[in-house]
């Protein structure tokens, strides 16, 4: 019996002959290996979205037999889409195409909230919380004089197990009567005391991933990142947080919507 299931991607659908022929086209200088072209083929649909995030690929050996390839040579293709965070295998239930994560930028909310909306289950794991003094520029973004301590918290965020993003917040020690033991979520003990985030500005740009970084999100250094600092502030302005975060590029977006009347049309 097959092991292809009518449940599984339709990666099969998307190579007709002329794709097949164009994978055992001579090798020449400068043109790609036959695993590149069928890497890059799948990519392709990927991007395309031809072939949805959560989809499953066929067994190895079928795709093989597909293209009329080795199985080494689909291996490869797969180990390289995987390397770009394209497809992610997941042990005992085959290769899927891996999901990616919209955060809309009008919508103030926490990373857990994000992902339970999302159908993930959000995880992460501390790796700093201590009390210090503010720099300057933590002063400044938090209307702190330099002898008010701050909190500073550190940790990274997984959705279904993942690394997701390396986040790096900072707020007044104030604001949680300097207690560090405030439990998992920073903005349910902010919610507890009353403190809620009414409006926030985002800084994003797109960067390289650090040594640090990398290490910590699962991902080669100098692989690209979406850096974000957000300041959030309560309904009197007054200053909560300064939190600066790294998100894997290849598994978040964040997705801006615009009303009619705010695009400018005089072009």
Known sequence: MSEFSPQAATVSSLFDEADVAELHAP????????????ANRLRQAIVDGQLAAGECFPPEREMAQQFKVSRDTVRRALELLTQQGLIESRQGAGTFVASRVEQPLAIISSFSDDMRQRGHTPGSFWIRRELGWPTPEESLALNLLPDQPVMRLDRVRTADGTPMAVERAVISAALLGNNLDFGESLYDALRAVDVR?????????AQLASVADAGLLAI????AVLSIERRS???????IELTRSVYRGDRYDYLSVT?????????
């Open 233 to 239: 502030f309560s309904n009197e302005g007054r200053p």
């Open 197 to 205: 985030p009414a409006r926030a500005m985002q800084r994003l740009r």
């Open 220 to 223: 080669n250094p100098l692989d």
């Open 27 to 38: 090798q020449t200088a400068g043109r790609q290996s036959t695993y590149q072209r069928l």
């Open 259 to 267: 009303a009619a009347e705010h695009i400018n049309m005089s072009y």
